[in-house]
């Protein structure tokens, strides 16, 4: 099984600022995806952002951006000017076509202070 | 998301006591997955679905079953349940249609369903 790993249990940004969430995973392909999931006190999961590993341009998505390094296996997501209703349980998660599920990593959880 | 629906969205059960678990999806998708999310361990999966009456286990499976006898609905059983089974229950969808796996799509969530075993 492939492994995410978060390794930033809690994180903490002030209103306005930006904040790096970390995840690295460990993949023998090279064809695969990336994801960030929000889950807000609602408990809802939300997609944030989608990463494609044949492509090297980093994705965005308004405030939310990730710093994909493929040969680092490394997936983080950038929340700039952050806003109160940022605060929530971030997951990476990863998949591939071959396989027939994605792989999360244990979370991060983070703190908008106003 | 309008399309994936799980129910009940809260239960209290007591110790022993079998509990079922219920998604129902609109979308016609083909993959349909069980996870449980506790503090500290992230998503894990429970079983997945890759068609009516195929199913599989995932990493923690043990004191669970699944049936899938309908493409929109995916039922979780705890055949007698037990404290460590306290948790949150999430039913997911993978979006790849009723093709192949497709890992483009990510998933699509239920609600949840908070579990609590006394």
């Known amino acids: 099984a492939q492994t995410v790993t978060q390794s930033q249990p809690e994180m903490s940004v002030q209103e306005a600022e930006t904040v790096t969430l970390s995840c690295t995973y460990d993949t023998s392909e090279s064809d695969y995806y990336l994801f960030w999931y929000k889950q807000p006190p609602s408990r809802q999961m939300i997609l944030v952002i989608r990463q494609e590993a044949y492509k090297q341009q980093n994705a965005t998505e308004n405030r939310f951006s990730v710093n994909f390094q493929k040969a680092a296996k490394s997936f983080s997501l950038k929340i700039s000017d952050s806003q109160l209703g940022d605060a929530a349980m971030y997951f990476c998660?990863?998949?591939?076509?071959?396989?027939?599920?994605?792989?999360f990593g244990t979370g991060t959880s983070l703190t908008v202070i106003p | 998301d309008a399309g994936i629906t799980q129910s009940p969205r809260h239960k209290v059960t007591e110790t022993g006591t079998p509990v079922t678990l219920r998604c129902h999806q609109t979308e016609n998708h083909r993959y349909m997955y069980w996870y449980r999310q506790d503090p500290g361990h992230g998503l894990r999966l429970i079983h997945y679905s890759y068609g009516v009456k195929d199913t599989d286990k995932g990493e923690v499976s043990d004191g669970y079953s699944v049936s899938r006898s309908k493409t929109e609905d995916f039922l979780l059983t705890l055949e007698s349940a037990t404290s460590s089974q306290t948790s949150v229950y999430f039913c997911a969808i993978s979006g790849s249609g009723i093709g192949p796996f497709n890992g483009f799509y990510g998933y699509t969530f239920g609600s949840g369903t908070r579990l609590t075993v006394v």
């Open positions: 998660a990863y998949g591939e076509n071959t396989g027939n599920q994605f792989y």
